[in-house]
């Protein structure tokens, strides 16, 4: 079950301070060494982060699988490092910033799916982020299902008139082709999205809505 | 290009944030300044879009594929203040709900994505379209400022990292704007595809390049302009030539190039720093150095010269 409580701001600030107290202990870098506290410390934080999948209705093999989306990302910016740190050091500071990176990313998520969108506004809100800043974020969810259902009906609808695979030629093949459809589609979908937000806007004013 | 969590230092996390808190004040402010009110329903649709656009992959070459950012296509359309709100809408709910980009690294992303390109790409954009005052110039405008904001985008996410001490800040700055000069090229393409059509069936809806609808014109052009300058000082002075210049060059020939002599030393003598960090790279920061003092001292004259302007007409 996603948070229903009064206190969002409070859910998400200790997630943040999780996700902090385990993205900001030392991993190795610029010779510095590892202390053994850190080790618990980010297993602590994973830990925290499948009690609250769980908390928020989640299996946990589900939890483990949106994780596991994250471990590609965190692979990018962890395997350089690796490599260029010291050929003594290189597997341990692997594991250590791997480590660290994904317990920050699940405590992150798993705030992210126990909050769910509704419970996230306000907890912007609480935590005093500038109104206009909390208005347009609560719009951009809003609007974002509707917007998205759009893209993917539009991506549909242009693979379903082309004869080869997929709804684009490659840009290296055939950039000009695939740059003109990706325009007229894209462009179309700004379009739409900014037609329906003019039209909720006026829908709002008549009924006496102020902005 | 979205930092996740346990890459960067606290000092880096706290410099960057304190950066994007001023920046995002600021555009708040001039966006509450403008008379041209904006729904927050209709800046969210667009926020709402971008997320969107950046779903949409092209693909590249075989198991590739790309997408747009926005930065620049937002600043054309909205202009750079309401662009840099709409880019911190768009980052804070990709790290927030879909973890692209770590909380902690949020004030880094926004101030790469969300304000240093907006920015950059904005200030191209429209000193093209002045040049250029037709939809064509528009459509160039946000060609180049994809580019441009692409490039700003990585030279700063390249400094967060080797600050950071992850990578070698040489190393890291030049691979970074390697493999960003093609992504620029792809963000370049799509921006011009997507403004060519919005040019053709809305151009009314091409906010950003209409100057009477920006009030903080002068700040903007001028921040852009500095991002800009910065981004040219940057990348471009590591690459001049070493060999000298027409004076020296002369000098040398005629056999007098050994009595010149320094009447004082120089605080960054032949453009590099008082510590070791690579020569390309001393040369780079002490363009970027060099860039924003001018640019201060000319914010300091030019406030000059207005006050006795100003003090003038009164008498």
Known sequence: ?????????????????????????????????????????????????????????????????????????????????????????????????????????????????????????????????????????????????????????????????????????????????????FGRLVASLLLRALERAEALERARRARGFEP | MHLPDGFLTAGVMVGTWTATGAGVAAALRAERRDDHHMPAGVLGAVAAFIFAAQLVNVPVAPGTSGHLVGAALAAVLLGPWRATIVMTVVLAVQALMFQDGGLGALGANTLDMGIAAVFAGWTTASLTARWLPTPRGAVAGGVLGGFTATLSSAALTSVWLGLSGLYPLGGIVRVMLFTHTFIGVLEALLTGAILTTVVRWRPDLVLGLQTRQQPAWGGALVLGSLSVAGIIAAFVAPFASGAPDGLEHAAERLGFGGRAAAWWTAPLPDYGLPFTMGPGLETALAGVAGTVMVAVVAWGVSRGVGTRRRDAVHR
């Open chain 1, 1 to 181: 079950m996603p948070y229903t409580g009064n206190r969002p701001g409070v859910v998400l600030a200790l997630g943040i301070g999780l996700v902090m107290s385990a993205a900001l202990s030392p991993a190795g870098l610029d010779g510095a060494a590892i202390p053994a506290w850190v080790w618990p410390l980010w297993l602590g934080v994973f830990l925290a982060a499948l009690a609250a999948f769980r908390r928020a209705g989640y299996p946990i093999v589900e939890a483990l699988r949106r994780i596991g989306w994250l471990v590609p990302l965190v692979l990018v910016f962890t395997v350089p490092a690796a490599l260029v740190a010291p050929a003594s050091q290189r597997l341990l500071i692997f594991a250590a910033l791997a480590s660290r990176a994904l317990a920050a990313a699940a405590a992150a998520a798993a705030m992210a799916i126990w909050l769910g969108p509704s419970g996230m506004v306000r907890a912007v809100r609480q935590l005093g982020a500038p109104s206009r800043l909390a208005d347009v974020f609560e719009a951009m969810l809003a609007s974002l299902a509707g917007v998205l259902r759009q893209a993917h009906a539009m991506l549909r609808a242009r693979e379903a008139r082309r004869s080869s695979i997929g709804a684009w030629s490659l840009v290296a093949a055939a950039p000009v082709e695939t740059a003109r459809g």
